[in-house]
């Protein structure tokens, strides 16, 4: 593979984002230090990077993970990429396939850590009857999956929060802001259980205690020791060691957009304040949108 042609590809790219596309200067220099790295890393992995492969790409996104980024920021290579090899494309440099291939949901799905509705069933069923903390271990992974509420807003929540006759809960997100989350069967049966057997012997030395998950003292749970817990449950079941309660979240908003929820009434869902933040999970839907064209429109 010839660097110097790849180096000149991205030349190029940068002149057209900024000659025709106005891009800002920061957006230049964010683009331009990405595709850097990938030009570095392509001149020793790549014989040619106008015929890259989905491999040649997951390979990619493994040397960046690798290399300790964050979900957010391999993400953003991975958008680097594709704004390169589009404009590769109008080029006539490269072909349509190519740019299809960063936008496969195998590739997207590596950004951030999901899994799937069968493995989310098996976590959640990670408590066993008879273990100490059962009850509210297992009403605990239930409404983290439930609501889709970061690991603090669920050590927030208050008695006062839940409405389990309704089905739903209020949260309390970033800012202070206020939001209302459905609650399914499974969660308010868990829910009830913990509540009506449990917690009364946990909070034994402080009855007044007002936060709905505790600690054997009484006390609010804490972000660490939910992080704890799903550590102890995730190793159980010998999943990815990437999974954390944050990943419940990913799940829950992946599997809304894949079963046909409204990305609005996603972000509200998860508190997002820009619509941005959630689109990060669209790509998991490309393959129900493309069927769905096929299936209904007129010259498909």
């Known amino acids: 593979m ?11 790219f940068r002149n057209y ?26 001149i020793v992995h790549l014989d040619d990077h106008l015929k890259p492969t989905v491999r040649d790409f997951a390979a990619y996104l493994a040397h960046l993970r690798g290399g300790g980024l ?50 989310v069933g098996k976590l959640l069923d990670g408590p066993q009857p008879g273990e100490r903390f059962y009850p509210r271990d297992r ?25 389990l006759e309704s089905a739903y809960c209020k949260c309390v997100g970033k800012g202070n802001k206020q939001r209302i989350v459905p609650l399914h069967q499974k969660a308010v049966a868990a829910l009830r259980d913990y509540l009506g057997s449990q917690r009364p012997r946990l ?9 709905v998950f505790v600690s054997r003292g009484g006390k609010p749970l804490s972000r660490v020791m939910l992080w704890v ?27 809304l957009l894949s079963g046909g929820a ?17 689109q990060q999970y669209t790509h998991v839907d490309r393959d129900r949108l493309k069927a769905l064209h096929r299936r209904f429109h007129p010259r498909a």
């Not at 900024?18 to 850097?36: I, K, Q, S």
């Not at 909070?203 to 936060?211: C, F, H, I, N, V």
């Open 262 to 278: 409204d990305l609005r009434a996603v972000q509200e869902l998860l508190g997002h304040a820009n619509i941005r933040t959630t």
């Open 70 to 119: 964050a979900a957010r920021s391999v993400a953003r290579h991975l958008v680097a990429l594709k704004m390169f090899y589009r404009f590769l494309r109008l080029e006539e440099r490269t072909d349509a396939a190519t740019v299809e291939l960063l936008s496969t949901p195998s590739l997207w799905e590596r950004i951030p850590t999901v899994l799937t509705p069968e493995q």
């Open 203 to 211: 909070t034994r030395k402080q009855p007044d205690a007002s936060w």
């Open 229 to 255: 817990l799903v550590k102890k449950y995730v190793r159980r079941l010998g999943l990815s060691g990437r999974v954390s309660p944050h990943t419940l979240r990913h799940s829950f908003a992946t599997h």
């Open 139 to 163: 009403a605990l992974l239930e409404v983290l999956y439930a609501t889709g509420c970061r690991a603090s807003e669920v050590c927030g929540l208050k008695l006062a929060d839940l409405h």
């Open 2 to 12: 010839s660097y110097l042609s790849l180096a000149d590809d991205v030349v190029a």
């Open 17 to 42: 984002l900024r000659a025709e596309r106005g891009a800002a200067v920061n957006t230049l220099l964010a683009y331009g230090r990405d595709l850097d790295r990938f030009a570095t890393w392509a």
